[in-house]
């Protein structure tokens, strides 16, 4: 085991006793404290899903909100059927819709629930990864058809009103009820839900950007052309990588639903998605656990300045993240990374570099 996964380790498990343990005890275990910070470790997992592309693959996606609102919306239809019983969802009668919708039939089904907002995600960012990455679109054409991709599933959402709620989105939902438990979202036992699921998409994060599958990745985004010629198919890497992150932004926004009780089409704003990039860019976009912690500080910024600054928040979010990219632009993460590289040298001889770099390591594969 290197030092950087022991201390990735370490790093999860005093953040995993902060969450579920200093946070309740901090808060009193106040039911509306909690459900506010239940909204945050929510944001987390999106957060920390962009990072994986982002940072892991080199691969900056702008539309990432589009992705997180098609889980929030799967969880949504669920509960709003679940509201309206034997009867239409309200705002169908209002666009004139008679019959409930084909479409909408098989979110009766929790199972399929689940799994939807986990599949769909992943299915939609396959499809414009293979679009994409099959035609060695690279860099910031990345982020461009991304945003473009956003925008124009935002405005269908907004204009398919008897189908989605149109602005208003998704209201007056039920209470999800899971294994037989009825979720109150103010309940301690709501709030480690969220926290559970945000440790195991952090452990599954970090297992990944650990692993030879990792590696390559980090290879791709170094220097494409040359993992290429060892042999790598790297379009394939590039797609597997962007599901991934797309299925992760899904089950972020189907926790994002149940904690806001409404899905809305703001969730797949251009201003949220770029909110996205800079939780991630602030905590450090080469760490799935430093990207879930931006997303944390800066959102907890937001609820406490947001009140004061109703007008300005934006235009400090915006110079925060001016801030971070000329003078920390590998975030708060790096700027751990080099004090500790600071500290090291001054106390005794230099160590060598844990993380070898990727041509080393890939060559030493291809040897063997």
């Not at 960012?125 to 099959?134: D, N, P, T, V």
């Not at 797949?268 to 860019?281: D, E, H, K």
């Not at 920390?328 to 993460?333: A, D, S």
Request: hydrophobic share 55%; net charge neutral; proline share 3%.
């Amino acid at each position: 085991m290197n030092s950087k996964l022991s201390y990735d380790i370490i790093g999860l498990g005093l953040f995993a006793a902060v969450v579920l343990f200093g946070v309740p005890a901090f808060f009193g275990y106040d039911g509306y404290e909690l459900n506010t910070f239940a909204r945050y470790l929510s944001l987390a997992i999106v957060s920390m899903a962009l990072a994986l592309s982002w940072g892991t693959a080199g691969l900056l996606n702008l539309g990432q909100a589009a992705t997180f609102g098609m889980g929030s919306y799967a969880m949504a239809m669920h509960l709003k059927l679940k509201a309206s019983g034997d009867n239409l969802p309200d705002f169908m009668g209002w666009n004139n819709v008679d019959t409930l919708p084909t479409l909408w039939l098989p979110f009766h089904s929790l199972t399929f629930t689940l799994l939807a907002g986990l599949l769909i995600p992943a299915a939609v960012g396959g499809l414009i990864a293979i679009f994409m990455f099959r035609a060695r679109i690279a860099g910031v054409f990345v982020a461009v058809i991304t945003l473009a991709f956003l925008v124009a599933f935002q405005l269908l959402v907004v204009e398919q009103q008897g189908f989605t709620g149109g602005q208003n989105g998704l209201t007056g939902l039920a209470q999800l009820t899971l294994f037989g438990w009825t979720i109150d979202i103010y309940s301690v036992s709501f709030y480690y839900l969220v926290g559970i699921c945000l440790m195991v998409a952090l452990t599954f994060g970090l297992y990944l950007t650990h692993s030879k599958f990792g590696l390559i990745l980090r290879a791709i985004r170094d220097d494409v052309e040359r993992t290429r010629y060892f042999g790598y198919n790297v379009a394939t890497y590039q797609t597997v990588i962007f599901c991934i992150s797309a299925a992760l932004a899904g089950w972020a926004g189907m926790l994002y639903a149940l904690v806001l009780e409404f899905a809305s089409p703001t969730y797949m704003s251009v201003s949220f998605s770029l909110a996205i990039v800079i939780w991630c860019a602030v905590g450090g976009r080469e760490s799935v656990l430093a990207a879930a912690m931006g997303a944390i500080l800066v959102n907890l910024a937001e609820g406490r300045l947001s009140d004061v600054f109703v007008e300005g928040w934006h235009m400090m979010l915006g110079l925060m993240f001016l801030l971070v990219v000329m003078f920390m632009p590998r975030g708060i993460y790096g700027v751990i990374v080099d004090a500790g590289r600071a500290l090291r040298r001054r106390g005794g001889p230099a160590e060598p570099v844990e993380d070898p770099s990727y041509d080393n390591s890939l060559s030493r594969k291809q040897e063997s």
